[in-house]
């Protein structure tokens, strides 16, 4: 029974309740040691009823081994009698086979594996529910507690209850907490009543059974220990009936405090301390007991005669680790055995340890602290030096490098393999751990600083930058005069700098560089902040490596921006290199294709290569790397006139991002997210994400996402029909420098600045503009792009044929839907009614299944002028659905399959069938077959040219 946790009893209650009914979530339990939180997680355990439990316990001596907290967790539901991998989609599955060690090759993708996890967590949830409890998170490894957080932050749609208990100030971001304080006097008097008439203690001795506690020393009690549970009991047990009645005063200091538990490790016989420490650093019981016979441990002198090089004059423990490993196997006598289960039993009857299957743990945490503080560091080293002689792999690695005494080549190769094998598996927060303490044992200055960059770059795939950055600065000082590892510390100085801190340093360090990667490095830095003349330096640098897709592209750009595109050979190469398109594999190639095809002018290109970027990154295991890709791929959707695929794009990057620490992506999906809503006429939701944009892009000089913020602020004038106020805007966008401002938005934002100088009557300023798009527009190819460019000469020059010629190459149905609400306007005015109304009303259409309100209103009050009463007709049934709801049906179209779609998008299956389970009805469908019939109706529908 638990006293004085009704509110926190109801809240788990709450949270079992809404798993039950699909709408399932996660909650932490904060709180200092022996408050009451593995209380609380037994409770839930109990409460759980037919829904299925899962739990898994951090151990400290496994904190640094990737994926042990996982493996415990899921070990019932992936063990072949019980095993439900089958049924995740074919990467999640391997991801998660790999990770777990049940398979060779790893995906080394941790959203990937973290998406497989939820999905074998969403179907060990059939059919009553799950329950996922996590005691001791402080301790679980990074891998796991990264593939669990993923998981625990997207259970809204699931049957799945999550609770972690966390001691200390360990941040757990995106789940709400419960702080557990200590108990008032009323509940510690309850409490200690009922475990003193308990008829014995833990180590069966009495307590003087019938003896209350008097309730002056309880609330005397409850002051000196915070009311916290463990010690109220504990101190109570130590305590004369004589002081318990308040008869006598209580000792000064209290018993127990900071050595709660040390009074009864000191009261242990020497074999049974030695066994203690065994336990306190390693888990295993098999490896307990055979490390206590190595050891030499004897039940007839009360000695323990290790037998090892660690005690041995000039011997170190990790030698004597390996001596123990590779020169003899090791001697296990029955005496030496039995020694060690004897121990153990005194252990378990002390109350101090449990005993479980193959395992072995202390009944509290504190009891392990108070062991290990209790040995002198040689025999803590002696211990790890035996059980690195008995381990294997991963273990025997920790295990040396614990013994280890001043640096050793040889341990520190056996944990960057440990590190490799972790990474192999995107166990990349565990990898960087594993090179810290390899590069701290390691001699060589150059190799140590080798490490320190790679523990550097897996600490940055983790998700912990700010890691990531202090590594790197120490490799950098440690790299002396290499000049190849201070080069590669400067590129990753470069890529850090550039995904979350300052765009211009970036620049400043990666101009340093001339190797091809490195230039390209320069390349994109100097894009992001907007920096012309940069951008054609590197450009140039480059026309010294060989010809090859990389090369052609940074060479072709700098070409165009310089003024030599046509004569100097840049439109040629950028032609060439977008020629090779069906050569490319990488993620990143896309998106270096994506910035050729922008730069010829052709927006509608670079979209759709994007999107391909985004499909690709999504299946290649590109670590880490995805909300930086999905920057592009929702930006180019939005430039396709897909405005809810692109807001369901940067929603999930947002997301993922702001997981990683990924700043400057932040920004871009914020940015982009407020141009979404400026179209949409949110105006205090654009102003909002537009703010926050700015206020990340402005100070790391990140001009790009600056401009698109601005741009955002733009078109919402221009949506309201606030011209004048548009045409600021536009104007202070294009005046922008680099930092402030991009090259790029001015481009693809003339047709808007066009139409807001034309609309606040400033002429000249839309023919400026005109001449400048132009020029840039000049060698574009592909129909949608000579479309913007003759609906551009169609305003300024008042020209209802130039707006006729754009309709006839509109591939966008958004852009047609402005091109042809600007004719019908033009149509109207020109007293000709019934040739505008068709236009005005297929425009509003549009905008309606767009959810572009103000232009849809726009159109409307066109269409009223012309004499229809312009009432708005019902929408498409698909504008019912949320934008990731029209994502699935978009994919079920296509022909995928749950798993497929769950694998594409980094759901569970069950989450894809409970978004269908939604979209059915508010469709008023019952079918695959007519969703996807729905859709390609859709599709058909607004990519007709006659609508317009």
């Given at each position: 029974?638990?006293?004085?946790?009704?509110a926190?009893?109801?809240?788990?209650?709450d949270?079992?309740?809404?798993?039950?009914?699909?709408?399932?979530g996660?909650?932490?339990?904060?709180?200092?040691?022996?408050?009451?939180?593995t209380?609380?997680?037994?409770?839930a355990a109990t409460r759980?009823g037919?829904m299925?439990v899962l739990?898994?316990?951090?151990?400290?001596?496994?904190s640094?081994?990737?994926?042990?907290?996982?493996h415990?967790?899921?070990?019932?539901v992936?063990?072949?009698?019980?095993g439900?991998?089958?049924?995740?989609?074919?990467?999640?599955?391997?991801?998660?086979?790999?990770?777990?060690?049940?398979?060779?090759?790893a995906?080394?993708?941790?959203?990937?594996?973290?998406?497989?996890?939820?999905?074998?967590?969403a179907?060990?949830?059939?059919?009553?529910?799950?329950?996922?409890?996590v005691?001791?998170?402080q301790?679980?490894?990074?891998?796991?507690?990264?593939?669990l957080?993923?998981?625990?932050?997207?259970?809204?749609?699931?049957?799945?209850?999550?609770?972690?208990?966390?001691r200390g100030?360990?941040p757990?971001?995106?789940?709400?907490?419960l702080?557990?304080?200590?108990?008032?006097?009323?509940?510690a008097?309850?409490?200690?009543?009922a475990?003193i008439?308990?008829p014995?203690?833990r180590?069966g001795?009495?307590?003087?059974?019938?003896?209350?506690?008097?309730?002056?020393v309880?609330r005397?009690?409850?002051?000196?220990?915070g009311?916290?549970?463990?010690?109220?009991?504990?101190?109570?047990?130590?305590?004369?009936?004589?002081?318990l009645?308040?008869?006598?005063?209580?000792?000064?200091?209290?018993?127990g405090?900071?050595?709660?538990?040390?009074e009864?490790?000191?009261a242990l016989s020497?074999?049974a301390?030695?066994v203690?420490?065994?336990?306190?650093?390693?888990?295993?019981?098999?490896?307990?007991?055979?490390?206590?016979?190595?050891?030499?441990?004897?039940?007839?002198?009360?000695?323990v005669?290790?037998?090892?090089a660690?005690?041995a004059?000039?011997?170190?423990?990790?030698?004597?680790?390996?001596?123990?490993s590779?020169?003899?196997?090791?001697?296990?006598?029955?005496?030496s055995?039995?020694?060690?289960?004897?121990?153990?039993?005194?252990?378990?009857?002390?109350?101090l340890?449990?005993?479980?299957?193959?395992?072995?743990?202390?009944?509290?945490?504190?009891?392990?602290s108070?062991?290990?503080?209790?040995?002198?560091?040689?025999?803590?080293r002696?211990v790890?030096?035996?059980?690195?002689?008995?381990?294997?792999?991963d273990?025997?690695?920790?295990h040396?490098?614990?013994?280890?005494?001043?640096?050793?080549?040889?341990v520190?190769?056996?944990?960057?393999a440990?590190?490799?094998?972790?990474?192999?598996?995107?166990?990349y927060?565990?990898a960087?751990?594993?090179?810290?303490?390899?590069?701290?044992?390691?001699?060589?200055?150059?190799?140590?600083?080798?490490?320190?960059?790679?523990a550097?770059?897996?600490?940055?795939?983790?998700?912990?930058?700010?890691?990531?950055?202090s590594l790197?600065?120490?490799?950098?000082?440690?790299?002396?005069s290499?000049?190849?590892?201070?080069a590669?510390?400067?590129q990753l100085r470069?890529?850090f700098?550039?995904?979350?801190?300052?765009?211009?340093?970036?620049?400043?360090?990666?101009?340093a560089?001339?190797?091809?990667?490195?230039?390209?490095?320069?390349m994109?830095?100097?894009?992001?902040?907007?920096?012309?003349?940069?951008?054609?330096?590197f450009?140039?640098?480059?026309?010294?490596?060989?010809?090859?897709?990389?090369?052609?592209?940074?060479?072709g750009?700098?070409?165009?921006?310089?003024?030599d595109?046509?004569?100097?050979?840049?439109?040629?190469l950028?032609?060439?290199?977008?020629g090779?398109?069906?050569?490319?594999?990488e993620?990143a190639?896309f998106?270096?294709?994506?910035a050729?095809?922008s730069?010829?002018?052709?927006?509608?290109?670079?979209?759709?290569?994007?999107?391909?970027?985004?499909?690709v990154?999504?299946?290649?295991?590109m670590?880490?790397?995805?909300?930086?890709v999905?920057?592009?791929v929702?930006?180019g959707?939005?430039i396709?006139g897909?405005l809810?695929?692109?807001?369901?794009?940067?929603?999930e990057?947002?997301?993922?991002?702001?997981?990683?620490?990924?700043?400057?992506?932040?920004?871009?999906?914020?940015a982009n997210?407020?141009?979404?809503?400026?179209?949409?006429?949110?105006e205090?939701?654009c102003g909002?994400?537009?703010?926050?944009?700015l206020?990340?892009a402005?100070?790391?000089?990140v001009?790009?996402?600056?401009?698109v913020?601005?741009y955002a602020?733009?078109?919402?004038?221009?949506g309201?029909g606030?011209?004048?106020?548009?045409h600021?805007?536009?104007?202070?966008?294009?005046?922008?420098?680099?930092?402030?401002?991009?090259?790029?938005v001015?481009w693809?934002?003339?047709?808007?600045r066009?139409?807001?100088?034309?609309?606040?009557g400033?002429?000249?300023a839309?023919?400026?503009?005109?001449?400048?798009?132009g020029?840039?527009s000049?060698?574009?190819r592909?129909?949608e792009?000579r479309?913007?460019?003759a609906?551009?000469h169609?305003?300024?020059?008042?020209?209802?044929?130039?707006?006729?010629?754009?309709?006839?190459?509109?591939a966008?149905?958004?852009?047609?839907?402005?091109?042809?609400l600007l004719?019908?306007?033009?149509?109207?005015r020109?007293y000709?009614p019934?040739?505008?109304?068709?236009?005005?009303?297929?425009?509003m259409e549009t905008?309606?299944?767009?959810?572009a309100r103000?232009?849809?209103?726009?159109?409307?009050g066109?269409l009223?002028?012309?004499?229809?009463?312009?009432?708005p007709?019902p929408?498409?049934?698909?504008?019912?659905?949320t934008?990731?709801?029209l994502?699935?049906?978009?994919?079920?179209?296509?022909?995928?399959s749950?798993?497929?779609?769950?694998?594409?998008?980094?759901l569970?299956p069950?989450?894809?069938?409970?978004?269908?389970y939604?979209i059915y009805?508010?469709?008023?469908?019952?079918?695959?077959?007519e969703?996807a019939?729905?859709?390609v109706?859709?599709?058909?529908?607004?990519?007709?040219?006659?609508?317009?």
């Amino acid at each position: 029974m638990l006293f004085g946790r009704s509110a926190e009893i109801a809240a788990i209650d709450d949270l079992l309740g809404r798993a039950r009914g699909g709408a399932g979530g996660a909650l932490v339990l904060r709180g200092d040691a022996g408050v009451g939180k593995t209380a609380l997680l037994d409770l839930a355990a109990t409460r759980a009823g037919s829904m299925r439990v899962l739990r898994a316990t951090g151990a400290e001596p496994e904190s640094d081994l990737a994926f042990a907290t996982l493996h415990q967790l899921l070990r019932p539901v992936t063990i072949p009698s019980g095993g439900l991998l089958d049924a995740l989609p074919e990467p999640q599955r391997e991801a998660v086979r790999g990770a777990l060690g049940l398979a060779g090759a790893a995906s080394g993708d941790r959203y990937l594996l973290a998406a497989g996890v939820l999905s074998l967590l969403a179907e060990a949830s059939v059919p009553d529910g799950l329950v996922c409890v996590v005691d001791d998170f402080q301790w679980v490894d990074r891998a796991s507690a990264d593939a669990l957080l993923f998981a625990a932050r997207r259970l809204s749609t699931e049957r799945i209850a999550m609770l972690l208990s966390v001691r200390g100030t360990l941040p757990v971001k995106g789940l709400p907490s419960l702080t557990l304080g200590g108990l008032p006097p009323d509940a510690a008097t309850a409490l200690l009543n009922a475990d003193i008439t308990s008829p014995t203690t833990r180590s069966g001795a009495s307590t003087g059974a019938g003896v209350g506690v008097e309730a002056g020393v309880v609330r005397e009690l409850v002051a000196l220990t915070g009311g916290n549970p463990l010690a109220l009991r504990e101190i109570v047990r130590l305590l004369s009936p004589a002081q318990l009645a308040g008869r006598e005063p209580l000792p000064d200091p209290l018993p127990g405090g900071a050595q709660l538990f040390g009074e009864q490790v000191a009261a242990l016989s020497p074999q049974a301390r030695q066994v203690a420490l065994l336990a306190a650093v390693e888990g295993d019981l098999d490896l307990v007991l055979r490390a206590a016979a190595r050891m030499g441990l004897s039940t007839d002198s009360g000695r323990v005669e290790p037998h090892d090089a660690a005690h041995a004059p000039g011997g170190s423990s990790a030698d004597a680790g390996r001596a123990e490993s590779h020169d003899r196997a090791p001697v296990l006598t029955s005496s030496s055995t039995d020694a060690g289960r004897v121990a153990l039993h005194e252990l378990e009857a002390a109350g101090l340890v449990l005993v479980s299957g193959a395992g072995v743990r202390f009944r509290h945490p504190l009891i392990r602290s108070a062991v290990h503080e209790a040995a002198a560091p040689a025999d803590r080293r002696a211990v790890h030096a035996v059980l690195g002689g008995l381990c294997e792999g991963d273990r025997r690695a920790w295990h040396l490098a614990a013994a280890a005494l001043g640096q050793d080549e040889e341990v520190a190769a056996a944990l960057a393999a440990t590190a490799a094998r972790a990474r192999e598996r995107g166990g990349y927060g565990d990898a960087a751990t594993a090179l810290v303490r390899a590069a701290e044992l390691t001699p060589d200055p150059v190799s140590r600083a080798a490490r320190l960059k790679d523990a550097a770059v897996a600490a940055w795939l983790g998700g912990r930058p700010g890691q990531a950055e202090s590594l790197l600065a120490e490799a950098r000082e440690r790299a002396g005069s290499d000049p190849v590892t201070a080069a590669e510390i400067d590129q990753l100085r470069g890529r850090f700098e550039l995904n979350s801190g300052s765009a211009a340093e970036a620049v400043r360090i990666l101009s340093a560089g001339e190797s091809l990667s490195m230039l390209a490095d320069a390349m994109e830095a100097a894009s992001y902040v907007g920096d012309t003349e940069a951008m054609i330096r590197f450009g140039g640098r480059a026309a010294a490596h060989p010809e090859g897709f990389l090369r052609d592209v940074l060479v072709g750009i700098g070409l165009m921006l310089s003024g030599d595109g046509a004569d100097g050979g840049g439109h040629g190469l950028l032609v060439r290199a977008l020629g090779r398109v069906g050569e490319l594999t990488e993620a990143a190639e896309f998106l270096w294709a994506t910035a050729a095809a922008s730069q010829l002018g052709e927006a509608d290109l670079s979209a759709e290569l994007a999107g391909r970027a985004g499909r690709v990154a999504r299946v290649s295991g590109m670590a880490g790397q995805l909300p930086v890709v999905l920057e592009f791929v929702a930006t180019g959707e939005r430039i396709s006139g897909r405005l809810a695929e692109s807001q369901a794009l940067s929603e999930e990057g947002l997301e993922l991002a702001r997981e990683a620490g990924y700043g400057n992506t932040v920004a871009a999906h914020l940015a982009n997210l407020a141009v979404l809503a400026a179209l949409r006429g949110e105006e205090e939701t654009c102003g909002r994400l537009a703010r926050e944009a700015l206020a990340i892009a402005v100070p790391h000089r990140v001009g790009l996402r600056a401009g698109v913020a601005a741009y955002a602020l733009a078109m919402l004038e221009l949506g309201l029909g606030r011209f004048a106020a548009a045409h600021d805007r536009f104007t202070a966008m294009a005046q922008a420098g680099p930092g402030a401002g991009h090259p790029a938005v001015v481009w693809r934002s003339a047709p808007d600045r066009i139409e807001a100088a034309v609309g606040a009557g400033d002429t000249r300023a839309a023919r400026a503009a005109l001449e400048a798009y132009g020029r840039r527009s000049a060698h574009a190819r592909t129909d949608e792009s000579r479309a913007l460019l003759a609906r551009c000469h169609a305003l300024v020059e008042d020209d209802a044929g130039g707006f006729e010629e754009a309709l006839r190459l509109h591939a966008n149905p958004f852009e047609a839907a402005r091109t042809g609400l600007l004719l019908g306007e033009r149509l109207r005015r020109a007293y000709r009614p019934g040739e505008a109304r068709p236009r005005l009303r297929a425009a509003m259409e549009t905008f309606e299944a767009a959810g572009a309100r103000p232009w849809a209103r726009r159109a409307q009050g066109e269409l009223r002028a012309a004499g229809e009463s312009a009432e708005p007709a019902p929408g498409p049934l698909l504008d019912a659905l949320t934008p990731q709801e029209l994502r699935i049906a978009g994919l079920v179209a296509d022909g995928l399959s749950s798993k497929e779609i769950a694998a594409r998008l980094f759901l569970s299956p069950r989450t894809v069938e409970y978004h269908l389970y939604k979209i059915y009805p508010k469709l008023g469908i019952t079918t695959r077959t007519e969703l996807a019939r729905l859709v390609v109706l859709r599709k058909a529908g607004t990519a007709r040219q006659d609508m317009l």
